[in-house]
T-cell receptor, first 109, second 116 residues
Framework: GQNIDQPTEMTATEGAIVQINCTYQ??????LFWYQQHAGEAPTFLSY??LDGLEEKGRFSSFLSRSKGYSYLLLKELQMKDSASYLC??????????WGAGTKLIIKP | ETGVTQTPRHLVMGMTNKKSLKCEQH?????MYWYKQSAKKPLELMFV???????ENNSVPSRFSPECPNSSHLFLHLHTLQPEDSALYLC???????????????FGSGTQLSVL
């Protein structure tokens, strides 16, 4: 079967750096998405990786290793507003989107 | 503001009620989706409409009935639901250009449904 694994919950301190990991086992690979979802709000697009390597976008970066079936989302200079759930999703060979259960990130002052 | 609006935001219904969820997108997209989000579980794709045609139905029980009258509007009609159907129901849209491969989704804020 197809599977996406990410930690259920993480806690970090304001101003620090946190890395949220996502590992996947899917039938084929056509890209990986990260979405952010604040409580009670819509998930919003953060990043899309289809090639290996690191993509940086301001305070957020996303890394992909296709050979290892692994991605991470790196958040720098954490702010209280970064408290949210972070959803990892992989596009498989049939262009179906396979979702992880999400990582709830709690930022403490 | 994502450009996708869902109403109502919250809904409480009994198991014998009939209700409808509404989704409207203002992005000019051609594909619309219904997802179910339960606590600590992955998003579950329910239905996909592409250019107003239903292209996916992921074995969803018939007590959920989608309707897509045009590419901007999507409804989910609910009847005789069960308590386990309580969840957040998310609508999403995407460009729907089949030649571009997979595209990012724009989500609404969802309808939090409680079935008593």
């Amino acid at each position: 079967g197809q599977n996406i694994d990410q930690p259920t919950e993480m806690t970090a301190t304001e101003g620090a750096i946190v890395q949220i990991n996502c590992t996947y086992q899917t039938s084929g690979f056509n890209g990986l998405f990260w979405y952010q979802q604040h409580a009670g709000e819509a998930p919003t697009f953060l990043s899309y990786n289809v090639l290996d390597g690191l993509e940086e976008k301001g305070r957020f970066s996303s890394f992909l290793s296709r050979s290892k079936g692994y991605s991470y989302l790196l958040l720098k200079e954490l702010q209280m507003k970064d408290s949210a759930s972070y959803l990892c999703a992989v596009v498989d060979s049939n262009y179906q989107l396979i979702w992880g259960a999400g990582t709830k990130l709690i930022i403490k002052p | 503001e994502t450009g996708v609006t869902q109403t109502p935001r919250h809904l409480v219904m009994g198991m014998t009620n009939k209700k409808s969820l509404k989704c409207e997108q203002h992005l000019g997209h051609n594909a619309m989706y219904w997802y179910k989000q339960s606590a600590k579980k992955p998003l579950e794709l329910m239905f996909v409409y592409n250019f107003k045609e239903q292209t996916e139905n992921n074995s969803v029980p018939s007590r959920f009935s989608p309707e897509c009258p045009n590419s901007s509007h999507l409804f989910l009609h609910l009847h005789t639901l069960q308590p386990e159907d309580s969840a957040l129901y998310l609508c999403a849209s995407s460009q729907g250009d089949r030649d571009r491969g997979y595209e990012k989704l724009f989500f609404g804020s969802g309808t939090q449904l409680s079935v008593l």
